[in-house]
C-alpha cells in the first residue's frame, strides 16, 4: 500500500464529494479543524494511518482505497447508504480499531507514525523509512524482505514475529519484547536494542554489527552460522548458544554467562572484561581457542 499525500488528498475529496460531505461536515465528523481538511486535500499534510481508517469508515470506502495503486472509485449503490450513515455517526469521535487486518505489504513509508497500532497482518516487501511504531503489538508479525531505516519500535511487542531477509538500519528497539522472534538471513546493523528482551530468540546466518544491546535480556537466545561484530554483551547470558558464528570487536563486559555452548574455532574477535563464566561455559570458550583474559570462574 503506497501513499502519497497528493494522491490521498484527491482520494479524500473524490469520495466527499460522492456522498455530498463539506468539508466543514467531514472536519465535523473527524474533530478536527476545515482548514485541515483543506490542507490534506491539497496535498499539503497527510492523515496518520488511525485517521485515514476513520475516514475510511466516514466516506465508505476500504482502506486500501487510499493507495496509490488502487483503482476503484466509490460505488454508486454506496452513495446513499454511506450518506445516511455519515448523518447517523457525526455526533461520535474518532475510534481507532487495532484489531483491523491491513495488507501493507509492498509499500513505501515515509515518517509515517503507526505508534500504538496492531499491525500483525501483512507488512512483506515494504520500505520503511523514518517510521514510528513506539507502543505496538506487532507479535506474530512476518517480515520478509523488509528494508527498514530510522524507525522507532520503541517499547513494542515483537514476540513470535519472523523477520527475514530484511535490511534493519538505525532503528530504535528500546525495551521491545522480543521473546521467541526469529531473525533469518538478515542485516542488523546500527541499531538500538538497550533493555530489549531477547529470550529465546534464534538469529541464524544473519550479520549483527554494530548495534547497542545494553543491559538486554539473554535467556535461551540462539545464534547460528552469524556474522557479530562491534557490539558489547553486559549482565547475565544464561543458556545461551552460539553456534559456527563469525566474531569481530565482539566484547562481553561486566557479564556473567552459565549454561552457555560456544561451538566453533573463530573465537579471537571475542575479549572479556571483568566477566565470569560457570565450568562448562569456560571450557566451551576454552576449546574454540578464546582469549580468557578478563574471564574468571565462578565460584
Known amino acids: 500500500m503506497m501513499l502519497n499525500s497528493k494522491s490521498v488528498g484527491n482520494k479524500i475529496a473524490t469520495a466527499r464529494k460522492k456522498i455530498n460531505l463539506s468539508q466543514a461536515d467531514l472536519a465535523q465528523q473527524v474533530s478536527i479543524s476545515s482548514q485541515a481538511v483543506g490542507k490534506w486535500e491539497r496535498g499539503e499534510s497527510m492523515p496518520d494511518i488511525s485517521t485515514l ?8 470506502v476500504d482502506l ?14 454506496q452513495v446513499e447508504t454511506t450518506k445516511k450513515q455519515s448523518i447517523e455517526i457525526s455526533s461520535t469521535k ?3 480499531n487495532s484489531g483491523l487486518s491491513w495488507n501493507m505489504s509492498s509499500g513505501n513509508w515515509v515518517d ?8 500483525k497482518d501483512k507488512f512483506s516487501t515494504s520500505n520503511m523509512k523514518n517510521c514510528k511504531l513506539v507502543d505496538s503489538d506487532l507479535s506474530n508479525l512476518t517480515l520478509k524482505s523488509n528494508n527498514i531505516v530510522g524507525c522507532d519500535f520503541s517499547n513494542s511487542d515483537l514476540r513470535n514475529s519472523k523477520i ?5 538500519q538505525n532503528n530504535q528497539f528500546v525495551e521491545c519484547l522480543l521473546i521467541d522472534t526469529e531473525f533469518s538471513s538478515s542485516e542488523i546493523k546500527n541499531c538500538n536494542f538497550s533493555k530489549a528482551n531477547f529470550s529465546g530468540v534464534e538469529l541464524k546466518t544473519s550479520e549483527f554489527r554494530n ?15 552469524s556474522q557479530i561484530s562491534d557490539v558489547v554483551f553486559n549482565g547475565t547470558i544464561e543458556e545461551c548458544s552460539f553456534e559456527n558464528c563469525t566474531f569481530s570487536k565482539v566484547t562481553f563486559k561486566n557479564a556473567t554467562l552459565t549454561n552457555t555452548f560456544f561451538k566453533g574455532n573463530k573465537l579471537k574477535g571475542i575479549q572479556f572484561i571483568d566477566c565470569q563464566a560457570d565450568r ?6 576454552k576449546n574454540g581457542k578464546a582469549n580468557l583474559t578478563g574471564l574468571t570462574l565462578l565460584t
Open 53 to 60: 481508517n476513520r475516514l475510511a469508515e466516514i466516506l465508505g
Open 164 to 168: 527475514q531477509t530484511s535490511d534493519l
Open 112 to 119: 509515517a507514525d503507526f505508534s500504538g497500532l496492531n499491525l
Open 280 to 285: 562448562m561455559t569456560y571450557e566451551f570458550l
Open 211 to 225: 548495534c547497542i544491546i545494553e543491559n538486554a535480556v539473554w535467556n535461551l537466545s540462539t545464534f547460528k552460522l
Open 64 to 77: 486500501n482505497y487510499f493507495s496509490e495503486t488502487f483503482k476503484s472509485n466509490v460505488p454508486e449503490n
Open 94 to 96: 474518532p475510534k481507532t
